[in-house]
């Protein structure tokens, strides 16, 4: 299903993961050695997918400021990071994000969506048109339940920390384990 020339889009709501992160996995602010190792989601795409991978991160940009240090890391990691600014109340990253899901749907190339948001299902499920790869990157146990229904039409939903290996420490987490991938070494 892929092509030479196509190209998978990275779309990474990084508000959201860093949220989840923080306040569902760690119950408060990441330290840096508990961050994702945002190249490997890159790199994560390029070997799944088996094409070229363009990075899109999203920011919040409203209260007309930059985490300049972080936007530097990420141009030199390969991403494009898009500094949003809106109004009281938009939620800018979200509205960016299906605005570029929207456009993506008239392009070729394959779209892989990190985030959890239920807000970006009506744009995944027109990008579901047989002839594309799409994929979720997250936390498994957190991505919105009604993704689900949309794996009979091709979604595929990847693990930010066991698929991706995005981190360079174990994350406190608990999900479900299949019986097959259990290490109770993890545990002792």
Do not use: C
């Amino acid at each position: 299903m892929t092509d030479a020339g196509r190209t998978t889009y990275v779309v990474v709501d990084g508000e959201n993961i860093d949220a989840t992160l923080g306040a569902s996995i760690l119950d408060g602010r990441p330290g840096p050695e508990q961050r994702p190792r945002w190249e490997r989601l890159l790199n994560f795409a390029r070997t799944t997918f088996q094409q070229p991978a363009k990075g899109l991160f999203f920011l919040n940009a409203s209260n007309g400021h930059l985490p300049m240090s972080f936007v530097q890391a990420l141009l030199a990691l390969g991403y494009q990071p898009i500094p949003l600014a809106g109004g009281p109340g938009e939620k800018v990253v979200d509205i960016g994000i299906q605005r570029t899901l929207d456009a993506l749907v008239d392009r070729d190339g394959d779209v892989l969506l990190g985030s959890h948001d239920v807000d970006f299902l009506p744009q995944v499920d027109r990008l579901l048109t047989g002839d594309r790869l799409v994929g979720m990157v997250g936390f498994r146990e957190f991505m919105n339940s009604q993704y689900a229904g949309l794996a009979e039409r091709g979604l595929k939903v990847f693990d930010l920390e066991d698929d991706v290996r995005a981190f360079n420490v174990v994350l406190p987490r608990v999900r479900i384990i299949p019986l097959a991938d259990f290490d109770p070494t993890r545990y002792l």
